[in-house]
Nanobody, 123 residues
């Protein structure tokens, strides 16, 4: 089993940057696909981005394309989400998820989840 712990959330102003981290333990990190989802109050969980096991292939939601970048460091068992040009609509709880081979947008296909980290973007 793999455990995921997110960190790096906080309060920032629109246009600022923030980097989220997701540390994995208890599993072989390199064998999992990784993804980020976010959920605003009262809304469904929304796919943000995913990365393949190799790190070569990525899949971004249109809402963050060109602003967010996902990366993974196998040596550190960590996946990152670099968020630039943040907007108030990016405000949400951000969750790290791990899959087996899946890199799509369906949250149900990711069996492992972190506890979330809160990101608030003010105008």
């Amino acid at each position: 089993q793999v455990q995921l712990v997110e960190s790096g959330g906080g309060l920032v102003q629109a246009g600022d940057s923030l980097r989220l981290s997701c540390a994995a333990s208890g599993g072989t990190f390199g064998t999992y696909t990784m993804a980020w989802f976010r959920q605003a109050p009262g809304k469904e969980r929304e796919f943000v981005v995913s990365i393949s096991r190799s790190g070569v292939n990525t899949n971004y939601a249109d809402s963050v394309k060109g602003r967010f970048t996902i990366s993974r460091d196998v040596a550190k068992n960590t996946v990152y989400l670099q968020m630039n040009s943040l907007k108030p609509e990016d405000t949400a709880d951000y969750y790290c998820a791990a899959g087996l081979i899946y890199t799509g947008s369906d949250s149900h296909k990711y069996p492992y989840w972190g506890q979330g980290t809160q990101v608030t973007v003010s105008s």
